[in-house]
């Protein structure tokens, strides 16, 4: 697919800008029945939630016959049987949004015209409500915890010779303050892009590659990047480099920087084609860096490649070392570009340096966007398209093993989240 396609299912091109909504299979599912996603683990990571019998919260994806989507985010008991649907309920937003749980609370992140930050809570009465509505300049790149009432997102943008910080508050979410950075500072070749963020010892780790703003072009894929500021100042310090593997994290991914307990970060690297790359230089692999250091650890590198016989392309930090993650399973030089596909999913340990493949979920494609899917004690949810047809899957993460659920209405899911 390419990134320059007209408006379609696959791409929105508005005000000389390219998004895109949904890559691979997802996006071409029509649905007309209408009238953690990434859960945050910094900086207090809570790894393995006791599950509850709160209902589950999913956010639909449906493309109208313009091609314009609307986003619905409903309240369900059950996700295993039936037919999930957001007819007649759910808080509706038309546009285009990313979706992202920190503690209690969703964030809708909107972009193209809709450049601004929702909450979603649950109210007294059970029911859904916005909390809060922060519009800045420039859509979000990503948003994470950074204290007990402070999250912070940035504004990575191609057009922009900045890289901008914001703080909200959480609770109210409101916005508290805005720094900007000059983009010189990462690299005075195309722009960069963005991957991944984590603040860990009074340090904010933001992971980047290189990309041509109007052609996708990744002519750098040689090392891996990632640039550090301080917290909460947002002062430049460095940008540190590996060259054992390439760029950290693709399009849209947002999962290149994951933190464990210890405040370890650790780095994907993949540099496929399917997420984007135009090219392959180097290695993939998983680097660390230690807490309270601003290095990579040189004794530390998971050639996952070898081992499983594929890259991550999403991932999802379970605790105890333990990540859930969405594979590629083909060659990087068999990929087709932005298909985000075929993908398995699988089990890493980051200690062990092992991967455990998950029986009972087909080959498939992704959304080419955030992972949505929800931690729930022993448990993974999230969905897999599957002959023209979405539907939830359970993960086992003790042994492996999923189990078949609900079929979605929806083009494809945006978020699934339980409070």
């Not at 340096?353 to 498939?364: A, D, K, L, M, R």
Request: a negative charge.
């Amino acid at each position: 697919m390419n990134p320059k396609t007209k408006i379609n299912m696959f791409s929105i091109k508005r005000a000389g800008k390219m998004v895109l909504p949904a890559l691979g299979l997802f996006a071409t599912l029509f649905v007309t029945s209408c009238s953690s996603d990434d859960d945050e683990v910094n900086p207090n990571p809570n790894p393995t939630p006791e599950p509850t019998e709160e209902p589950f919260v999913l956010s639909l994806s449906i493309m109208g016959s313009e091609g314009n989507f609307t986003y619905y985010t409903v309240l369900f008991d059950d996700v295993m049987s039936g037919t999930l649907s957001a007819a007649g309920q759910g808080i509706e937003q038309p546009g285009y949004y990313d979706f992202k749980q920190i503690d209690n609370a969703i964030y809708s992140i909107g972009g193209l015209d809709d450049v601004n930050v929702v909450g979603i809570t649950r109210g007294e009465d059970g029911e859904l409500v916005q909390t809060g509505d922060v519009s800045y300049d420039r859509s979000l790149s990503d948003i994470i915890k950074a204290d007990d009432n402070t999250l912070v997102a940035v504004s990575i943008d191609g057009d922009s010779d900045v890289i901008t910080f914001h703080t909200l508050n959480e609770t109210s979410v409101t916005a508290t303050s805005t720094v900007s950075r000059p983009v010189s500072d990462l690299t005075e070749v195309d722009a960069p892009a963005y991957s991944g963020m984590r603040i860990e010892g009074g340090n904010l780790f933001l992971s980047y590659y290189i990309s041509d703003p109007v052609s996708f072009e990744t002519n750098m894929t040689d090392v891996a990047r990632v640039a550090v500021y301080s917290y909460p100042g947002f002062e430049f310090q460095e940008v540190i480099t590996d060259d054992r593997v390439g760029p950290i994290g693709g399009f849209n991914t947002k999962s290149g920087l994951i933190e464990d307990e210890n405040g370890r970060i650790y780095a994907f690297s993949h540099s496929n084609p399917a997420n984007g790359f135009s090219q392959v230089t180097n290695d993939s692999g998983i680097l660390r860096i230690n807490s309270g250091e601003t290095a990579f650890d040189e004794e530390y590198y998971f050639d996952i490649a070898e081992v499983a016989g594929g890259t991550p392309a999403h991932v999802k930090y379970l605790g105890n070392g333990k990540v859930f993650a969405e594979m590629n399973m083909a060659s990087r030089n068999e990929q087709e570009r932005w298909s985000d596909s075929p993908l398995q999913s699988a089990i890493i340990d980051l200690n062990d340096q092992t991967v455990n493949f998950i029986s009972g979920i087909p080959e498939h494609n992704g959304a080419g966007r955030r992972l949505a899917a929800l931690h729930d004690g022993d448990y993974v949810y999230l969905t897999i398209p599957e002959d023209n047809v979405v539907s939830v899957y359970r993960v086992n993460t003790t042994d492996y093993t999923a189990t078949k659920g609900a079929e979605v209405e929806a083009n494809f899911v945006a978020g699934f989240f339980k409070f």
